[in-house]
């Protein structure tokens, strides 16, 4: 097990967290390590708005493309994946994690199966109103269809025609998924997101801004992070 400094940033889908810590990573010349639990899943690119191979490459981004639709995905796998990946992190280079999986930072922060302390773990959460986030998510929405949501549906269920209970899922690939069905469930899953973050975490809140989140940062951060497999943070 290693331990490492680390800017967190959380927050429900469509806040703008990635964009975000994208900027500020590349201010730091930091890697970005994503807790997301749908970017783990390989072809699921569209539907998950995942960064483009280009930014991929550029942030050297861990926690994508970990896996297959067809294969199961935990808490403890995700743990595993970000402590191989950690590994292959220079020293001296700054460590950024952004993602919307609540359970994700608690696991990192807190461990597997441990009884958890009072309070929770503290980290930046974005702060957005609602109205604003089913905004942008009709707005993500209407990219996501015209870049080619249904055919990318399309052939990943023909190329693995037995999905895994965790990548089943995602919102958008179930058949017979329309656009008003993706955006009710997008919506709720933000809700579930801002919900968790509220109570199972002590929440910095932060406005969805490059400067918010750097001044945050600035005076909060780094925060220490221990990059083991999941049963050493048992």
């Known amino acids: 097990m290693s331990e490492r400094d680390a800017y967190i940033l959380a927050g429900p889908t469509a806040s703008g967290k990635s964009a975000i810590a994208a900027a500020l990573a590349r201010e730091m010349g930091a890697w970005v390590l994503s807790a997301d639990s749908m970017l783990v899943y390989r072809g699921m690119d569209i539907g998950t708005a995942k960064p483009s191979a280009a930014e991929r490459a550029e942030l050297h981004m861990g926690g994508v493309d970990v896996v297959t639709p067809a294969e199961e995905f935990s808490s403890g796998a995700w743990l595993r994946a970000a402590a191989?990946?950690?590994?292959?992190?220079?020293?001296?280079?700054?460590?950024v994690i952004v993602?919307?999986?609540?359970?994700?930072?608690?696991a990192l922060l807190r461990g597997l199966d441990r009884r958890w302390e009072n309070p929770p773990?503290?980290?930046?959460?974005?702060?957005?109103?609602?109205?604003?986030?089913?905004?942008?998510?009709?707005?993500?929405?209407?990219?996501?269809?015209?870049?080619?949501?249904?055919?990318?549906?399309?052939?990943?269920?023909?190329?693995?025609?037995?999905?895994?209970?965790?990548?089943?899922?995602?919102?958008?690939?179930?058949?017979?998924?329309?656009?008003?069905?993706?955006?009710?469930?997008?919506?709720?899953?933000?809700?579930?997101?801002?919900?968790?973050?509220?109570?199972?975490?002590?929440?910095?809140?932060?406005?969805?801004?490059?400067?918010?989140?750097?001044?945050?940062?600035?005076?909060?951060?780094?925060?220490?992070?221990?990059?083991?497999?999941?049963?050493?943070?048992?």
């Open 84 to 95: 191989e990946w950690a590994r292959t992190v220079p020293s001296g280079v700054p460590i």
């Open 99 to 106: 993602g919307g999986t609540g359970l994700y930072f608690s």
């Open 121 to 234: 773990p503290e980290y930046p959460v974005i702060r957005i109103d609602r109205a604003e986030v089913r905004r942008r998510i009709a707005e993500r929405l209407d990219g996501m269809f015209m870049e080619g949501l249904e055919e990318e549906r399309r052939r990943l269920h023909a190329e693995y025609p037995v999905w895994s209970r965790t990548a089943s899922l995602a919102i958008g690939y179930r058949e017979g998924d329309d656009r008003a069905k993706i955006q009710t469930r997008t919506c709720q899953l933000a809700k579930r997101q801002d919900t968790w973050f509220r109570h199972q975490a002590t929440a910095i809140y932060v406005e969805p801004t490059v400067e918010s989140v750097r001044s945050c940062w600035r005076a909060r951060g780094p925060w220490k992070v221990r990059f083991g497999t999941g049963a050493d943070l048992v």
